[in-house]
């Protein structure tokens, strides 16, 4: 315990930030999410605040209802790429999904990201959501593919990755000018990988890189990503909305992870908060209420009537209309996620508006909305208590939200010895204190007989 | 005539240089294939040079005969998103085929890093060619599709690339922050791209970029590649040993660009070069000289025993040995390339040594080896004559080679007006003096009726 390593930070980036409405809010820049310069300064920050991290989350589809940031915004390998050239010390992480790319091809992109970064990249893997077909369709399928076969496919093609990865050993280039031996042969490996799903031979056109690979990151919800994340990830983000929740989820994942053969302390569990700080609890509560203030009818209104296929029509409501005053809390045959909240929609009779919150995931947990003292509790909190080793800052507003916890949480999290005060090393392996990886054909090697 | 644009150039950045033996020269950084600052470096002394673009080739397999520059390099679009971070004006090209990645993928990579660049991005459309079948098993293929297949697809492939680079309006986000307009509906368009290989529907996550969208660049030799070029690529790039050769394959792509209804000067031709600078002739010719020494009997002839399937044992030879003298001119059922140049062998009676450059491709031509004087003065004959309207340098040796150029020969370019003294605007289509392309919907906008 006394071991337990300090809390971990890390950034999710997106645009003017995670509220819906956050464009409109008076600081943010609404081009933020297509401006190179913004990124640059958001990671410049992070890395000012000592993160472990930055983080990137990525969809492949979007449509008219879409979320303003992820409209018109870049393809994040490019973005991380971009950030790890304005940055030195701080991680950089991507997400791309296994369902719509050869593995060779991201095998590649990230070990070239993993080199270009000096050793900062990890990559976020997703297996991809799209109820309504909109990616299948833009990859020339008619639906994505079925749940448990997303992740059959993940499985093998993170072998594929991982092996890509291993086909030159670490120390493979001699670079022996005098004697013309530019690499030793016999470092060089064929992965010769024939799966249900993909078959590469490799090798790979890239050798390892100075933290041997890039980071693993995952985040799965249901039963198979969660097996998934644990056999896997280094790093796994939960999202729940209370304590309890993702002390369970903590545990559990610790526990599958040694049942794996891992070490518990190679997988750390980032819980993802979306903190408002203001100079009192209540300031920082009118900070939200704005923001929602800032949610217009007819967009929330036409992304409710899509979200029900033309079911409901809502044209005689308002926003401040309850949800269960006009029965939404019975209507069936609705998406699974939907169905899931149908229970506490009925007792709670959320305001249309704050449904709208709900579906579009701008609502955080309430704890983290408050003076830096109430923040900086709970997060120490949720750390002692085990249901977090980290915190992924998903900021309903940028950059006010990164500007205001690294300048006011940050510190009374260093002052009490629970937060580095600089970067103890120069990859991201190092700032998470994981050991370097090594190839599998290094760890083949026997020692020769005198 | 007088019209015409002044010399465009461009510089070919590879590890330590073109030529075969180059990492093993005493000015050459042997790990340079793999090293970023000495990218960036490369980038900014091209800048400096006020060069048009730097380019990155590309090939999506290895073998243990593969030359030491592509065993471990950076994927060429995370590296020329790197070099963009590194430069403010140069132009950043990169290599990418048609064959083994979804246009989705692609279109939003290159267009994220127009935009990361801030429309200085091109994309080098190439088909692959793989006649062992290594790149094709790194993709669950036996074999590479034939090679009209190829070109076939890569039409569809880039007529669904633009397609989705069109389907947002270069003014389509509005950000009304007051009246919660982000964008305006009306510039937002589906592809909905069906075609015999590939189903796309869009939009693109991504709007287009300062420069309306990448330049597209290609180098086509066979006569669909040609074809391919004349009809869609912007810069051609051309490899002609003579300039009686290269002023035929110049006119042939003007004229095919002009049937195809383009205008001419829409279309750059260059040349790729091989310089090699010295005081006089002579010290630029033992330069040279100097850099086929460096050639490992053993790394040749393993080469060369692979090249002929193991059909030809060359241990009772050294690199002196005349190929004509062993009778390789009268070999039959080897690779069409060989059969393209036996006639050659057969007359000149090329060293072993000799022969491996040719096949492994480092020879340049023989008119760009000498003074700055020379090379100027070849560069402004191969302009005047119509051969080229640019030059890539394919520098044997690096960094010197585009040292050396742009130190010694670009200030006579400039002296004689020939090329510029400093950038005219921001963007590679500005450098090109191409005009910024519109999307398709935008051309449709009727006027309304008042
Ligand atoms: C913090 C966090 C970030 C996530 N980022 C992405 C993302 O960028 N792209 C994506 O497709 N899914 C993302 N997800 C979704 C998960 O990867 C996962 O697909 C989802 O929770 C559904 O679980 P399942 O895949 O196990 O069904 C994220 C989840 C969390 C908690
Ligand atoms: C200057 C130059 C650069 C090239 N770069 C690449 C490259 O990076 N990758 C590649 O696969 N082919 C490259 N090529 C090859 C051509 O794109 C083309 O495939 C080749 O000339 C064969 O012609 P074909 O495709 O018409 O049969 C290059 C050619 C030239 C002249």
Same mark, same amino acid.
């Given at each position: 315990? !006394?071991?337990?390593?300090?809390?971990?930070?890390?950034?999710?980036?997106?645009?003017?930030?995670?509220?819906?409405?956050?464009?409109?809010?008076?600081?943010?820049?609404?081009?933020?999410?297509?401006?190179? @310069?913004?990124?640059?300064?958001?990671?410049?920050?992070?890395?000012?605040?000592?993160?472990?991290?930055?983080?990137?989350?990525?969809?492949?589809?979007?449509?008219?209802?879409?979320?303003?940031?992820?409209?018109?915004?870049?393809?994040?390998? !490019?973005?991380?790429?971009?950030?790890?050239?304005?940055?030195?010390? #701080?991680?950089?992480?991507? !997400?791309?999904?296994? /369902?719509?790319? =050869?593995?060779?091809?991201?095998?590649?992109?990230?070990?070239?990201?993993?080199?270009? /970064?000096?050793?900062?990249?990890?990559?976020?893997?997703?297996?991809?959501?799209?109820?309504?077909? +909109?990616?299948?369709?833009?990859?020339?399928? =008619?639906?994505?593919?079925?749940?448990?076969?997303?992740?059959?496919?993940?499985?093998?093609?993170?072998?594929?990755?991982?092996?890509?990865?291993?086909?030159?050993?670490?120390?493979?280039?001699?670079?022996?000018?005098?004697?013309?031996?530019?690499? @030793?042969?016999?470092?060089?490996?064929?992965?010769?990988?024939?799966?249900?799903?993909?078959?590469?031979?490799?090798?790979?056109?890239?050798?390892? /890189?100075?933290?041997?690979?890039?980071?693993?990151?995952?985040?799965?919800?249901?039963?198979?990503?969660? +097996?998934?994340?644990?056999?896997?990830?280094?790093?796994?983000?939960?999202?729940?909305?209370?304590?309890?929740?993702?002390? +369970?989820?903590?545990?559990?994942?610790?526990?599958?992870?040694?049942?794996?053969?891992?070490?518990?302390? @190679?997988?750390?569990?980032? *819980?993802?908060?979306?903190?408002?700080?203001?100079?009192?609890?209540?300031?920082?509560?009118?900070?939200?209420?704005?923001?929602? /203030?800032?949610?217009? *009818?007819?967009?929330?209104?036409?992304?409710?009537? =899509?979200?029900?296929?033309?079911?409901?029509?809502?044209?005689?409501?308002?926003? *401040? !209309?309850?949800?269960?005053? #006009?029965?939404?809390?019975?209507?069936?045959?609705?998406?699974?996620?939907?169905?899931?909240? *149908?229970?506490?929609?009925?007792?709670?009779?959320?305001?249309?508006?704050?449904?709208?919150?709900?579906?579009?995931?701008?609502?955080?947990?309430?704890?983290?909305?408050?003076?830096?003292?109430?923040?900086?509790?709970?997060?120490?909190?949720?750390?002692?208590?085990?249901?977090?080793?980290?915190?992924?800052?998903?900021?309903?507003?940028?950059? @006010?939200?990164?500007?205001?916890?690294?300048?006011?949480?940050?510190?009374?999290?260093? =002052?009490?010895?629970?937060?580095?005060?600089?970067?103890?090393?120069?990859?991201?392996?190092?700032?998470?204190?994981?050991?370097?990886?090594?190839?599998?054909?290094?760890?083949?090697?026997?020692?020769?007989?005198?």
């Amino acid at each position: 315990m !006394t071991n337990r390593a300090p809390i971990k930070l890390s950034a999710y980036l997106v645009g003017t930030g995670m509220h819906i409405a956050s464009w409109r809010h008076p600081h943010a820049q609404a081009n933020a999410s297509h401006d190179i @310069d913004y990124y640059k300064r958001l990671a410049q920050t992070a890395e000012q605040g000592k993160f472990d991290f930055v983080f990137i989350a990525d969809s492949l589809a979007i449509n008219e209802e879409s979320h303003s940031n992820i409209l018109n915004r870049f393809e994040p390998i !490019t973005l991380i790429t971009a950030m790890a050239g304005a940055t030195s010390k #701080i991680g950089v992480v991507a !997400t791309a999904s296994t /369902s719509y790319i =050869e593995p060779f091809n991201l095998a590649r992109l990230f070990m070239s990201v993993d080199h270009i /970064s000096k050793g900062r990249a990890g990559w976020n893997i997703v297996t991809t959501r799209d109820l309504s077909g +909109n990616t299948a369709r833009n990859f020339g399928r =008619e639906e994505h593919f079925e749940h448990s076969l997303r992740y059959q496919r993940a499985k093998e093609f993170v072998e594929v990755t991982l092996g890509l990865w291993d086909t030159w050993e670490q120390d493979a280039f001699l670079y022996d000018k005098e004697n013309g031996q530019f690499y @030793d042969r016999s470092k060089l490996h064929r992965l010769n990988y024939k799966g249900e799903f993909f078959s590469v031979e490799g090798p790979l056109n890239i050798g390892r /890189s100075p933290q041997g690979r890039p980071v693993l990151v995952q985040a799965g919800s249901s039963e198979s990503g969660q +097996n998934f994340a644990a056999s896997h990830a280094e790093v796994i983000f939960s999202h729940k909305n209370n304590i309890e929740d993702a002390k +369970n989820l903590y545990a559990s994942f610790k526990s599958k992870a040694a049942a794996e053969g891992r070490s518990p302390d @190679d997988v750390f569990i980032f *819980q993802g908060i979306s903190p408002i700080i203001g100079e009192t609890d209540e300031i920082a509560r009118k900070k939200f209420e704005y923001l929602e /203030s800032l949610i217009t *009818q007819e967009h929330a209104f036409s992304f409710l009537t =899509e979200y029900f296929h033309g079911r409901v029509d809502f044209s005689p409501y308002t926003l *401040q !209309t309850g949800a269960a005053d #006009i029965g939404l809390h019975l209507l069936d045959g609705v998406r699974f996620e939907f169905q899931q909240r *149908q229970e506490l929609i009925g007792r709670t009779n959320p305001t249309l508006r704050e449904l709208y919150s709900l579906l579009t995931g701008s609502f955080g947990v309430e704890e983290f909305i408050g003076s830096p003292q109430k923040v900086a509790d709970r997060v120490e909190h949720w750390y002692r208590e085990h249901a977090a080793d980290g915190f992924m800052l998903m900021c309903p507003l940028l950059p @006010d939200g990164l500007d205001d916890f690294i300048r006011l949480v940050v510190p009374i999290l260093q =002052e009490r010895g629970l937060f580095r005060t600089d970067y103890e090393g120069d990859t991201l392996r190092e700032h998470l204190g994981l050991s370097q990886p090594s190839s599998r054909y290094e760890q083949q090697a026997v020692p020769q007989q005198p």
